[in-house]
């Protein structure tokens, strides 16, 4: 019997409140007995300070409300004041343990999940966290009012039953072993937040969360402080015990990356991370970072690899033809902008799932046959019988045939074989209309790479313009698809699941504000993601991922861009420690705030950089 199926405890006539965690697949790592997660220092001193740096957004927020569409909250603001039931680790990919919640109990049939609140669990305005608070949250997550991603992510629960004052239930509409996960990690606020008024009317409402820390001093729009909450419930709880140490972390705001590099030599703020290769080997230099008062590291980890890539809008009419994104996409000379501008720091993208198990590889496997079958009519022929796409390859060698040229011819006849020829100084169709091209950015930091790929589409008879725009706007246009082509990345996921939904299903593409950039709507990609959130084991989970990586990438929907198997980090020394073990699956923003502490001289100083 599967793991699933033990996580909740029972007597011989009825059932104990003693499963503290639950696991998808596989084991759970930690006892019930455990004291503390392994990569944290449970005696950790709390005090001092850190501030961090918001990644490049914009330069404000306007708003206090993390769950609607309209709007930027701060950086950060989820994580830091508001909690879950379960909450998981850096450390097991699809196990989640008691947080709100001291157990949770999954029914024999495995269509419900019931959760018991914690005595000592308490929102930052001293009410405790009730049922009540848990089904109000849910009912304001999936009503029209919130963001769109949570009616997807939270579909398949059928209702939220309060049966006690501590006491919640969820029931599920079918079988799916990743259900539990995704509403034990529900956030949960006070129904008190709002004073009953609708969630897309809570703007500016202070919020009523039971995370650790609290909203502090605001420069409205460009800084913000976060305040650890002294009477925070959980500090000495297991999942909790020797995490968010610091009083007080801040977070800057600022146009650009350049002016967030200035900004940290300058001893603004005490910890970055870069993401540009030419930046990260050349101004991450010079006598601070000589002499230890700045810091920089490379940091392992085992994350899967993200994905990231140019996405086209296939809404637009002349996005349709897969011919045409596949011609585009040829254009990429990836392996000449990784010599001359990231200094062989990049791996290409493959794929949707890069780096981890569920990456398509070679010839689809019989397993993966037995998923694509139904669809074969619908779906190409390529699919089956050919191995999985890679992106092109540009070659020095004049002999390789896969030199730019080549790759420009290939790309000129896909075109015209789509209907497209260059004539009258321009790539038209049949009617005559040029084929333009639009490239939005929000920081100009894509501009030294669209500028080369942008004369090798000129060369196929392209209109190419890139276009930087501040990034409230460029959210706005998103929400509502009004875009060409963007530059977009997915952080890789150990068990990708129902947010795919969210991200690929035909649903999500008609419903402004998703994160369906592609406009995606596809019944055999529909039906695979249907096998990807309903794998009752590990394995299912891995063959309804490649098969899904296999279809997607056959549909040539994105050009694919590169990606590090390390994080570049730098931070301010003599002012932090860090526990003596690193966490396996982790974003070094998150795994600082939580687990590093100040030193002596840092809690000397009291609140450090200004």
């Not at 800057?252 to 080997?281: H, M, N």
Request: charged residues 25%; positive net charge; aromatic residues 12%.
């Amino acid at each position: 019997m599967r793991l699933f199926l033990f996580i909740c405890l029972w007597w011989v006539s009825a059932p104990a409140w003693a499963a503290h965690a639950y696991a998808q697949f596989g084991d759970i790592k930690y006892p019930a007995d455990f004291s503390h997660f392994d990569y944290v220092n449970p005696q950790a001193p709390k005090g001092g300070s850190i501030a961090m740096v918001a990644p490049t957004r914009g330069s404000n927020f306007d708003k206090y409300n993390p769950f609607t569409l309209k709007g930027t909250p701060p950086p950060a603001l989820s994580s830091l004041l508001f909690e879950s039931l379960l909450t998981g680790t850096m450390d097991e990919p699809t196990t989640a343990y008691g947080l709100l919640a001291e157990d949770v109990s999954v029914a024999a049939d495995r269509l419900s999940a019931t959760f018991k609140i914690r005595p000592q669990a308490k929102f930052h305005n001293g009410d405790p966290v009730l049922a009540l608070d848990v089904k109000h949250s849910f009912d304001q997550l999936t009503s029209r009012a919130a963001a769109p991603q949570y009616r997807t992510y939270f579909s398949e629960v059928k209702a939220v039953v309060v049966l006690g004052e501590r006491l919640v239930r969820f029931d599920f509409k079918r079988i799916n072993p990743e259900l539990p996960l995704i509403v034990g990690g529900m956030p949960v606020f006070s129904h008190r937040w709002g004073e009953g008024k609708p969630l897309d009317k809570i703007i500016t409402d202070t919020p009523i969360g039971s995370g650790p820390y609290t909203i502090g001093s605001v420069d409205f729009g460009r800084d913000v402080h976060y305040q650890r909450d002294v009477r925070y419930w959980a500090q000495d709880i297991n999942v909790r015990k020797g995490m968010y140490n610091f009083d007080r972390i801040t977070y800057r705001l600022y146009k650009d990356s350049t002016a967030q590099l200035e900004a940290f030599k300058a001893g603004e703020f005490e910890y970055i991370q870069a993401f540009v290769a030419r930046e990260w080997a050349r101004a991450y230099s010079g006598k601070a970072f000589d002499s230890g008062q700045l810091i920089k590291r490379e940091l392992q980890h085992g994350n899967a690899g993200d994905f990231q890539g140019f996405l086209f809008n296939t809404r637009l009419t002349k996005f349709k033809d897969v011919r045409v994104r596949q011609a585009i996409a040829l254009a990429m000379d990836y392996e000449w902008m990784n010599r001359q501008l990231f200094y062989n720091a990049y791996t290409r993208v493959r794929g949707y799932f890069v780096g981890s198990d569920f990456e398509a590889k070679g010839l689809p496997t019989e397993r993966e046959l037995a998923l694509l079958e139904p669809w074969r009519r619908q779906l190409d022929p390529a699919v089956f019988d050919q191995t999985v796409p890679l992106p092109p390859v540009t070659s020095l060698d004049p002999a390789s045939g896969k030199t730019l040229r080549d790759n420009l011819r290939q790309a000129k006849q896909l075109l015209q074989d789509a209907g497209w020829t260059y004539r009258d100084g321009a790539l038209r169709n049949a009617q005559g209309q040029a084929f333009s091209l639009e490239f939005l950015d929000n920081s100009g930091s894509m501009g030294r790479v669209v500028t080369p790929f942008a004369k090798n589409l000129e060369k196929l008879g392209f209109k190419v313009n890139y276009k930087v725009i501040d990034f409230a706007i460029l959210q706005k246009r998103m929400d509502v698809f009004d875009f060409e082509i963007i530059s977009s990345r997915y952080v890789g996921s150990e068990s990708p699941g129902t947010e795919l939904l969210e991200r690929f299903g035909s649903k999500a593409a008609d419903t402004e504000g998703s994160s369906n950039v592609l406009g995606l709507k596809d019944p055999a990609v529909d039906a695979l993601l249907d096998r990807v959130i309903t794998a009752q084991t590990r394995p299912q989970l891995t063959d309804a991922l490649r098969a899904l990586d296999r279809v997607l990438r056959h549909g040539h929907y994105s050009v694919p861009h590169w990606f590090g198997s390390v994080h570049r980090v730098a931070w301010r020394g003599g002012r932090f420690e860090q526990p003596a073990v690193t966490p396996r699956y982790y974003q070094p923003e998150n795994w600082i705030s939580s687990t590093w502490w100040a030193n002596a001289a840092n809690l000397s100083q009291g609140s450090g950089v200004r």
